[in-house]
Structures are given as structure tokens and as C-alpha cells.
């Protein structure tokens, strides 16, 4: 599917319950939807070859994009996601920002893959957020992020030490055989947690 067709799709207006299905899509072209308002869309499977770009992007209805592989770079910078934002089992081949986005919803990357980096500084999520058994192969940034609604980083591999500075958890810490390398993520990681940790 083109590009400047999905484009067209998705800039109409959001009515509650409201998505548009491009599950298992294959993008013709970058997908460039930065500084627009976006109705609910399903790109479950969906493939983009030439990357994603959402920067400043606001996401009004459900945001879905579970098992999706972006091969080129996929930039969420400054995203607001007004409801569920699931990108479970996603595959980032290149650069995955999403410097400043806001999470409203859920934040669900479970199992995802990162082979270039994840970029997830000074993110807010008011929902659960959650990395269980995410994997990131380069650099992992989560500066000065916020979790509002707790943090799940259960199974989680990192390839190098995440730079955790200046991050709060408020809520539930679930670190439970999180690593990096060879070695357990500890709660020491972290600036701020308040609430139980699960190690």
C-alpha cells in the first residue's frame, strides 16, 4: 500500500471506537505522518521498509503495532498516545525514538526488538509501561523518563547499562531477571522508585 494512501486514511477525524485496519500491511514509501492528528489504527504485521515517521504526532484512537517490523528508522518523538500504545513483539531494525512521548494508555513493547538502540528519554506514561522480555541490543536511553502507572522490565535484555538518570517509578518495579549483559538490573539503577520493587 502507498504511502499518501495510508496518509489519507488516517487523517480523518476520530470518533470514539473508531480504527482503521491496516493489519500485515507492506508500506510503499516512508510513512510520514509527524505533526498531525491521527484517528485509531491497526498495523499489526504491518512492514515499513523505508521506516515510520511520527514526530510530533498525535495518536487520538488505539495505536496498534504488534509484531510490526519498521526496517528503516521509526521516529515517536514528542508522540502523544491518547489511548493503548502496543508494540508488542515489534522488530526496530534502525534507530527507535521516542524522546518526550506521552503515554496515556498503555506503553506495551513486550518482547520487542531494538538492533539499533531504544531512545526513551524524558517519556511520561500514565499507564502501565512495560519492556517484559524486550530486547535491546545497543544503547538504551531512558533519561529523565517518567512511569506513572509502574514499570515492567520482567525478562528484559539489555546490551549495555541503560542510562536511568533521573527517572521515577511510581508504582510497581518489576525487575525480575532483568539483565544487562551477564548481570542483574538492579533497583539502584533507578532515581527514584516509589512503590514495591519485584526483583
Given at each position: 500500500?502507498?504511502?499518501?494512501?495510508?496518509?489519507?486514511?488516517?487523517?480523518?477525524?476520530?470518533?470514539?471506537?473508531?480504527?482503521?485496519?491496516?493489519?500485515?500491511?507492506?508500506?510503499?514509501?516512508?510513512?510520514d505522518?509527524?505533526?498531525?492528528?491521527?484517528?485509531?489504527?491497526?498495523?499489526?504485521?504491518?512492514?515499513?521498509?523505508?521506516g515510520?515517521?511520527?514526530?510530533?504526532?498525535?495518536?487520538?484512537?488505539?495505536?496498534?503495532?504488534?509484531?510490526?517490523?519498521?526496517?528503516?528508522?521509526?521516529?515517536?518523538?514528542?508522540?502523544?498516545?491518547?489511548?493503548?500504545?502496543?508494540?508488542?513483539?515489534?522488530?526496530?531494525?534502525?534507530?527507535?525514538?521516542?524522546e518526550?512521548?506521552?503515554?496515556?494508555?498503555?506503553?506495551?513493547?513486550?518482547?520487542?526488538?531494538?538492533?539499533?538502540?531504544?531512545?526513551?528519554?524524558?517519556?511520561?506514561?500514565?499507564?502501565?509501561?512495560?519492556?517484559?522480555?524486550?530486547?535491546?541490543?545497543?544503547?538504551?536511553?531512558?533519561?529523565?523518563?517518567?512511569?506513572l502507572?509502574?514499570?515492567?522490565?520482567?525478562?528484559?535484555?539489555?546490551?549495555?547499562?541503560?542510562?536511568?538518570?533521573?527517572?521515577?517509578?511510581?508504582?510497581?518495579?518489576?525487575?525480575?531477571?532483568?539483565?544487562?549483559?551477564?548481570?542483574?538490573?538492579?533497583?539502584?539503577?533507578?532515581?527514584?522508585?516509589?512503590?514495591?520493587?519485584?526483583?
Amino acid at each position: 500500500m502507498k504511502a499518501e494512501e495510508i496518509h489519507s486514511r488516517l487523517t480523518v477525524p476520530w470518533r470514539h471506537g473508531d480504527y482503521v485496519d491496516l493489519a500485515g500491511i507492506v508500506c510503499d514509501g516512508q510513512l510520514d505522518l509527524s505533526g498531525l492528528d491521527v484517528t485509531g489504527v491497526d498495523f499489526t504485521g504491518a512492514v515499513f521498509p523505508e521506516g515510520f515517521a511520527a514526530t510530533g504526532t498525535r495518536f487520538l484512537g488505539i495505536s496498534w503495532f504488534r509484531g510490526a517490523q519498521f526496517e528503516g528508522p521509526a521516529r515517536f518523538d514528542n508522540a502523544v498516545f491518547s489511548l493503548d500504545a502496543r508494540f508488542e513483539n515489534a522488530a526496530f531494525a534502525g534507530d527507535a525514538r521516542f524522546e518526550g512521548a506521552e503515554f496515556r494508555g498503555i506503553g506495551r513493547f513486550d518482547g520487542a526488538r531494538f538492533a539499533a538502540g531504544a531512545q526513551f528519554e524524558r517519556v511520561v506514561s500514565y499507564g502501565n509501561f512495560s519492556l517484559h522480555g524486550a530486547h535491546v541490543a545497543k544503547e538504551a536511553n531512558f533519561r529523565g523518563a517518567e512511569w506513572l502507572g509502574g514499570l515492567w522490565f520482567e525478562d528484559a535484555r539489555f546490551a549495555q547499562e541503560p542510562d536511568l538518570s533521573d527517572t521515577q517509578v511510581h508504582g510497581r518495579l518489576w525487575l525480575r531477571r532483568a539483565m544487562i549483559g551477564n548481570e542483574r538490573l538492579s533497583e539502584a539503577a533507578f532515581a527514584m522508585s516509589y512503590g514495591y520493587t519485584y526483583l
